[in-house]
């Protein structure tokens, strides 16, 4: 049975890590920076075997060089991405990566939007899908188009429900406040943000979410359920049937409010 601890770094980021209680090891991903990991490794009496990355940006890999230096004989994967400035396998869409220890298996998924080169990795029931997917959201789309973006979230949000979401940060409550003033009267939605208000008033995460809570209340998965009128179209634009056009609408209100 494999042990996940969601490890948190810097100001809202999670580095994820992944072990199984024989091997005496564990894999983590996205480590932004390196101490969160080498004190939970010290905690648990476990080397590093693999570090897996899913994009480029510094509160994702800042930590990589660091655990490499003190444990080189882990493996690093990460996509094909002339900024990663690490000796890493590179791993694309349909690779499959098997590890045996921790044991693991993981399907590699291209999900470009927020940057060009992101990558998820799923298996074993989980996914760990960065800065592309989060609970209640989407990452922001910097390097990509609406179009790939909602391409890469419609492929995850495809994925088995009982998926377990591993996302790169602790966005769920600034998500839900845009969320609910898209679809006030979603009931999933409605009990999906008290859950999470209490876990984090207990100072636990709200992740790992699960896909079926994801599909019934993030509007990001949702761009065909919510109602015409509470697309939030930008002064001046013709509302569209289009669905990337309404994805558009909500990223682009999404980037401008407050949360
Ligand atoms: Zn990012
Ligand atoms: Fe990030």
Known sequence: ?????????????YIWMLSD???????????GEAEPVLRALAEEGRALSAILLTHHHADHIGGTAELAAQYPDATIYAPFDERIHL???RVADGDAIDLPAPGAHFEVIEVHGHTRSHIAYHGDGLLFCGDTLFSLGCGRIFEGTPEQMLASLDRLARLPGETRVCCGHEYTLANADFAISVEPGNVALQSRMQAARAQRECGEPTLPARLSDE?????????DAIADERIPWPTGAT???RRVDRFAALRLAKDHSPA
């Open 87 to 89: 000796a890493a396998t």
């Open 239 to 241: 509302p569209s049937r």
């Open 21 to 31: 209680s024989v091997s005496g090891t564990a894999l983590v991903v996205d480590p």
């Open 1 to 13: 049975m494999p042990l996940l601890r969601a490890l948190p770094a810097l100001r809202d980021n």
């Open 215 to 223: 599909r019934a209340a993030n509007p990001f998965l949702r761009v």
